[in-house]
């Protein structure tokens, strides 16, 4: 069987997939530590909620509507109307439903975007998006329909006490040619769970607006839901941005819905391609969102909740790494938000690749540096020297996790010191 050059390309192996099947098997295989994937915790008290609100949109027939009935390719008009009207009061953004469309998750919207506004043009051109702050999502490097679709430009790394740094963009050196027709940010990021301050947002949105381009932003853990930043950290929107949500990271990972607030004439392609592609989005998601925003649930779980949940669990993952790792083994990107926490092993006389694999046949599972800096002009030896940990798992399975992982570290210098 030959595949066309899409089918190559998207049928090959990558690093999304890797990270999902890993996922997939440390949940099924009894003893695994899970500390490379994305999948929210399990709070109780979110769980208890999102419980009896089902129950309750059982009992009075919302839940049997949004199974038995298709919604129009932009989504669930309820849940649009309703999000316009919080985001309206709540952040004085101008906009209405108009400006809201709805996908089977956020890396479908991703995809959308990305292949919307990069890619071969019709004068034979081909267009790029810029991560102007690598390392970036890995998620999104096999996103593009034509290859060489992506370009990241290296960081600033400020050292802080504790052990600890902070990537900035590099503005000085952060170049917007021709080709550029998108600019992408994560805010809080993952892998690294750093949070772009207001003044490099609102800069990255002044440059984007000068070159005539859209800046998307990717608010996934961000603010105002569900919340997971632990710095200040302003939204920001105007219909040059294209602003990213999800029902992921508030517990519901399962239900796929996210959520895209643009500019009018980009929700009605993002409606169009819904439609070709999907028909129309799942409604379970925008249905629960939609209860929960009209009992005034969304922001005060995510704020009452959810943040305070992460906050204690990052603070006790740094001080578990810290009983066995010291700084001059293990330096932590201060954690500004998201669910993951970034460690730079400067001195790891090994690639974290080469660490992955040896921690997988432990039984602990975290994700290798190098897949989260597509599109970098030039090799850079820190792409082989961090990893991602998520820090969701319970207080007993990480510090499994960090032991072993700090033995095969000094295993690795050891090895190093007799060769």
């Not at 694999?357 to 602990?364: D, F, I, T, Y």
Request: aromatic content about 10%; glycine content about 8%.
């Amino acid at each position: 069987m030959t595949f066309s050059v899409f089918g190559e390309k998207f049928t090959r192996f990558s690093g999304i997939t890797r990270l999902m099947g890993d996922m997939n098997d440390g949940l099924r295989t009894p003893g695994a530590v899970m500390l490379g994937g994305g999948n929210p915790a399990q709070i109780p008290e979110m769980q208890a909620y999102f419980q009896n609100l089902l129950g309750e949109m059982l009992a009075d027939g919302k839940l049997a509507d949004a199974l038995c009935n298709y919604d129009g390719p932009q989504g669930k008009d309820v849940l649009r109307h309703a999000l316009a009207k919080m985001l309206s009061e709540e952040q004085g953004w101008e906009l209405t439903a108009d400006n809201i469309a709805l996908t089977n998750g956020s890396q479908s919207a991703f995809f959308y975007l990305f292949n919307l506004f990069a890619g071969r043009r019709s004068d034979g051109t081909l267009s790029k998006v810029l991560f102007p702050l690598a390392p970036e999502y890995l998620g999104y490097a096999d996103a593009g329909v034509d290859e060489d679709l992506f370009v990241s430009a290296k960081p600033n790394i400020e050292l802080l006490p504790e052990g600890q740094f902070k990537y900035h963009v590099d503005f000085d050196h952060l170049t917007i040619g021709e080709d550029i027709g998108l600019i992408c940010v994560s805010r809080p990021t993952n892998p690294t769970g750093n949070v772009l301050t207001d003044e490099e947002l609102i800069r990255l949105d002044g440059l984007a607006q000068q070159h005539d381009i859209p800046l998307l932003i990717d608010n996934a853990y961000g603010v105002p839901f569900p919340g997971i930043v632990f710095t200040d950290a302003t939204p920001l929107w105007n219909p040059n941005i294209i602003l990213c949500m999800s029902l992921s990271k508030l517990g519901l990972p399962g239900s796929r819905c996210g959520i895209v607030v643009a500019d009018e004439k980009y929700i009605k392609a993002i409606s169009n391609m819904n439609g070709i592609i999907s028909l129309s989005p799942g409604s379970i998601g925008p249905a629960m969102a939609s209860e929960m925003i009209a009992r005034g649930d969304l922001l005060r779980l995510s704020q009452d909740i959810i943040r305070p949940f992460y906050s204690r669990r990052v603070q006790e993952t740094i001080a578990t790494l810290r009983r066995y790792l010291p700084e001059e083994r293990c330096l932590i990107h201060k954690p500004e938000g998201a669910i993951f926490l970034w460690l730079w092993f400067k001195d790891l006389p090994i690639t974290t690749e080469v660490l992955y694999q040896r921690l997988k046949k432990r039984g602990v599972l975290m994700v290798p540096g190098d897949y989260f800096f597509p599109g970098l002009e030039h090799p850079w030896a820190h792409t082989q020297q961090c990893m991602r940990m998520n820090y969701v798992p319970q207080a007993s399975e990480i510090e499994r996790g960090v032991i072993i992982l700090a033995e095969e570290i000094e295993l690795a210098h050891q090895e190093h010191r007799t060769a």
